[in-house]
């Protein structure tokens, strides 16, 4: 099973630029899906993104055209590059293993990361 460790986030301010990462080990991420999920204080985990290749993504509408995600498979670390940040996107970003990935979600997931903060500001 992979391990997985979440980095990168930090305090920003809206319209700001930040790039996540997360970096497996225990396993090559070349052969499984991938996706980065958030959650907000006093609100349920929700979808951001997720990836099988770098030409077969999907994202939730809400970060569709602002956040892209990515991985390399040769250092086995996935990446959520996140631009015109907003308010909203406030939450811990966590990073996940799993078995699909449709309509931005990330389905069948067998292993978590432990979360990174992101926090917008005005």
């Known amino acids: 099973q992979v391990q997985l460790v979440e980095s990168g986030g930090g305090s920003v301010q809206a319209g700001n630029s930040l790039r996540l990462s997360c970096a497996a080990s225990g396993d090559s991420i070349s052969r499984t899906f991938m996706g980065w999920f958030r959650q907000a204080p006093g609100k349920e985990r929700e979808r951001v993104a997720c990836?099988?290749?770098?030409?077969?993504?999907n994202y939730a509408p809400s970060v569709k055209g602002r956040f892209t995600i990515s991985k390399d498979d040769a250092m086995n670390t996935l990446y959520l590059q996140m631009n015109n940040l907003k308010l909203e996107d406030t939450g811990t970003y966590y990073c996940?293993?799993?078995?699909?990935?449709?309509?931005?979600?990330?389905?069948?997931?067998?292993?978590w990361g432990q979360g990174t903060q992101v926090t917008v500001s005005s």
């Open positions: 996940a293993a799993g078995r699909s990935c449709t309509g931005g979600q990330l389905n069948g997931v067998n292993s």
């Open positions: 990836i099988r290749t770098n030409e077969l993504t």
